[in-house]
């Protein structure tokens, strides 16, 4: 079993930065890989960035690499979503994910999920 817990969402401007953060807890993490999601109001559920806890190596979609990075703390068992330039179509709930080793794109193909952190871009 893996817990996820996202933290940091909030009420932001329009081209403001944010820090999400997603602790992890449970098995150990080295063989999963943790990804970023964001689901809008009658949206589907859009990946956004993902690492391979072992190794470090990181997975983007081209549409995000620009204003989003991925980190992770190994002795904080925690992976962090380095928002920037924050547009109102960013405004979304945004979960953290893990599955077996790598991270892919799919979001049925992730066993744990957290419970979101809320993000409010205002124009």
């Known amino acids: 079993q893996v817990h996820l817990v996202e933290s940091g969402g909030g009420l932001v401007q329009a081209g403001d930065s944010l820090r999400l953060s997603c602790a992890a807890s449970g098995r150990t993490l080295s063989d999963y890989g943790i990804a970023w999601f964001r689901q809008a109001p009658g949206k589907e559920r859009e990946f956004i960035v993902g690492i391979r806890w072992s190794g470090g190596t990181i997975y983007y979609t081209d549409s995000m690499k620009d204003r989003f990075t991925i980190s992770k703390d190994n002795a904080r068992n925690t992976v962090y979503l380095q928002m920037n330039s924050l547009k109102p179509e960013d405004t979304a709930v945004y979960y953290c994910?893990?599955?077996?080793?790598?991270?892919?794109?799919?979001?049925?193909?992730?066993?744990?999920w957290g419970q979101g952190t809320q993000v409010t871009v205002s124009s």
């Open positions: 994910a893990a599955r077996d080793y790598v991270p892919v794109i799919a979001p049925h193909e992730y066993e744990y």
